[in-house]
């Protein structure tokens, strides 16, 4: 079965740093175009950072530049948000995305609980 799950969101302090993991399962990510988005409840869902599938581009939401890094490691089959510097309005639940263009396929992760509180 093809998914994505993701690891490692938890609770942290104001100024802390969490790293994200997004592995995928039953497909390979390599001619995917990964991205990581975030929800808080009553809003959308915001794009936070994006790669491209070499890892050779990447991009951020301007709210994120600086202290947030994505990356990925196509051997292990696996993307990565390292948050640096977290804020409370970091605060939400984060999802993983896997999209190629074409053929057509998209993926989600089950998504992960991040919480900046002291």
């Known amino acids: 079965q093809e998914h994505l799950v993701e690891s490692g969101g938890g609770l942290v302090q104001p100024g802390g740093s969490l790293r994200l993991s997004c592995a995928a399962s039953g497909f390979t990510l390599s001619s995917f175009f990964m991205s990581w988005y975030r929800q808080t409840p009553g809003k959308e869902r915001e794009l936070v950072a994006g790669i491209s599938s070499t890892g050779g581009s990447s991009n951020y939401a301007d709210s994120v530049k600086g202290r947030f890094t994505i990356s990925r490691d196509n051997a292990k089959n696996t993307a990565y948000l390292q948050m640096n510097s977290l804020k409370p309005e970091d605060t939400a639940v984060y999802y993983c995305?896997?999209?190629?263009?074409?053929?057509?396929?998209?993926?989600w992760g089950q998504g992960t609980q991040v919480t900046v509180s002291s």
């Open positions: 995305n896997a999209l190629r263009v074409f053929p057509r396929r998209e993926y």
